[in-house]
């Protein structure tokens, strides 16, 4: 089962700021939070991922809130391109405990950059 | 540099043929994921690769599915008597080791139709 929760869709102008949120209110002090995205037809494509720092990368930006049960994918300037399925993922990282290798996806936000 | 290759990227068998899906992971990369998504769904865990081994086969949706992966390189998915139910696409992942926060990898499947 999926330990986050997304909203099923999200709609963004083309050129404004995409803010996708995403609750993993059972998350551990060791698990790293992951975003992913699936282009129509593609894999899925490794965006960012981070722990309790907010991160930046020429894709997007994470912003993770202090108690860290939440928390919130940018994309800065949204493109026709960037439409596609973002999924929000928790996982340990280091040595894995029994079981806990899986990335879990859920089914994620379906983001419809308009133009 | 090359990504993660999945062969072929479509196949239509008859409902009872075998068929087997294979993965090219990225070079380097010791650990290998099998997942399967249906049609508008998520995707669906099947078995986790480190090396050659498969540490948990759980996800597996039957017995007549079964995975292999040889000199810690190549995977291949095996699926016996194929029924309608199996059609989907079948993804393949490789990251550049199990412990550790690198991400996942992805192809871009192997969409199968069983008729």
């Known amino acids: 089962d999926a330990k986050t929760t997304q909203p099923p869709s999200m709609d963004c102008a083309e050129g404004r700021a995409a803010n996708l949120p995403c609750n993993h209110s059972t998350i551990s002090g060791n698990e790293y939070v992951y975003w992913y995205r699936q282009i129509h037809s593609q894999g899925p494509q490794y965006i960012i991922h981070?722990?309790?720092n907010n991160e930046t990368n020429e894709m997007a930006s994470l912003i993770i809130t202090e108690d860290r049960k939440s928390s919130t994918l940018i994309l800065p300037h949204a493109t026709l391109r960037d439409t596609a399925v973002y999924y929000c993922?928790?996982?340990?990282?280091?040595?894995?405990?029994?079981?806990?290798?899986?990335?879990?996806f859920g089914t994620g936000t379906r983001l419809k950059v308009l133009a | 540099g090359a990504g993660v290759s999945q062969s072929p990227s479509n196949k239509v068998t008859e409902k009872g043929k075998d068929v087997e899906l294979r993965c090219d992971p990225i070079?380097?990369?010791?650990?290998l994921y099998w997942y399967r998504q249906s049609l508008g769904q998520g995707l669906e865990f099947l078995i986790y690769f480190q090396g050659n081994s498969a540490p948990d086969k759980s996800g597996l949706p039957s017995d007549r599915f079964s995975a292999e992966r040889t000199g810690g390189s190549v995977s291949t998915l095996t699926i016996q008597r194929t029924q309608q139910e199996d059609s989907a696409v079948y993804l393949c992942a490789s990251s550049l080791s199990e412990g550790g926060v690198s991400p996942l990898h992805f192809g871009n499947g192997t969409r199968l139709t069983v008729t």
């Open positions: 070079s380097g990369h010791t650990a």
């Open positions: 981070g722990l309790k």
């Open positions: 993922i928790v996982r340990v990282a280091g040595v894995q405990a029994s079981g806990t290798y899986k990335y879990i």
